[in-house]
């Protein structure tokens, strides 16, 4: 999620435990993820279809990138392969609101994925946070706000204080704002005179969750729907402390240079969301509540 200053988060932050989770690997039984939400019904809107850029209308797919690793948004069935989560399936619904045949994601490390973004890949839906920096090389369409939960351990062996995080051992996925924001959090605490936090980066929340669940890390800490799903979907070995903070818009992320494109996904996320359909999608996922009234091409953020 978008960050504030390190000093402004910690002092904002309470300590209060809730729900009890356990870590998520993949897909847990009776998963949702594992039939996904149909799209089939979802018909083309023939003004949003004649917007699409002539070679993505040629090839009928919408190439979406996206890191796997973040239930409930994208992550794998229980086969390990395949990709699903409530922005796998928006990626599909979009696809039809613009009379392709699919829209298809490949996995690919969340760091990685900018890059490839208008060469491999036409659009980006991986929990983008919507930033400064990334305005200035992309274009991005909101569509959906949330912000930054923490979890520990059940009956927080560590006795992690989210208020005052230096000293703790904290993991991370690497490539994300949370990242970046236990960096500065950690700075924070060096000028301060206390000890630095030792950061974990991984690839994965769901191993992270396992590490936590198991005492090697402390605490860890992720957008809020993904520390949620873990809550909602588990039993008992985790739990979320502290207030949900740094609450931000999250977008489709689409190449800079490709302004049909990126008007073509602002209109047909504008159409899912007055038609219902964004909610049904995230609903079914347990993520109801996080769609923006209006999705918004390139909105001003702090």
């Known amino acids: 999620m978008n960050r504030t200053p390190a000093r402004v988060a910690m002092a904002a932050l309470a300590c209060f435990g809730l729900s009890a989770c356990t870590p998520a690997v993949s897909a847990f039984d009776n998963d949702p993820g594992e039939t996904g939400y149909d799209v089939s019904h979802i018909e083309a809107v023939p003004e949003i279809a004649a917007q699409v850029p002539e070679n993505i209308r040629a090839r009928g797919v919408l190439r ?3 890191s796997t690793n973040w239930p409930p948004l994208e992550y794998r069935k229980s086969d390990g392969q395949t990709p699903t989560g409530y922005e796998i399936d928006l990626t599909r619904a979009l696809a039809k609101v613009m009379g392709l045949r699919d829209g298809t994601t490949q996995h690919t490390e969340f760091d990685a994925l900018l890059p490839q973004i208008g060469t491999k890949f036409d659009v980006g839906l991986s929990g983008f ?22 979890a520990v351990a059940a009956g927080n062996p560590a006795a992690f204080t989210p208020e005052d995080p230096c000293g703790f051992t904290i993991g991370v996925q690497t490539g994300t704002s949370q990242y ?6 950690s700075a924070q605490c060096e000028a301060e005179g206390k000890p630095e ?23 860890t800490l992720a957008d809020s729907p993904v520390i949620g799903y873990s809550v909602v979907r588990t039993e008992g070995k985790l739990e979320h402390i502290g207030e949900e903070f740094d609450s931000a818009p999250q977008a489709v992320v689409v190449p800079l240079d490709d302004p049909e494109l990126a008007q073509a996904v602002e209109d047909a996320l504008n159409y899912l969301i007055d038609t219902g359909e964004l909610e049904k999608i995230l609903s079914y996922y ?17």
């Open 64 to 66: 979406n990138g996206a």
């Open 129 to 150: 946070t919507v930033t400064k920096e990334r305005l200035q090389s992309f274009n991005m369409i909101a569509y959906s706000q949330a912000g930054t939960s923490w």
């Open 180 to 185: 970046d924001f236990l960096k500065e959090t």
């Open 197 to 219: 936090i030792t950061i974990m980066p991984m690839q994965s929340q769901a191993q992270i969750s396992v590490k936590v669940a198991s005492g090697q890390y402390d605490a």
């Open 286 to 302: 347990g993520a109801s509540g996080v769609a923006l009234p209006h999705a918004t091409l390139n909105p001003e953020v702090n």
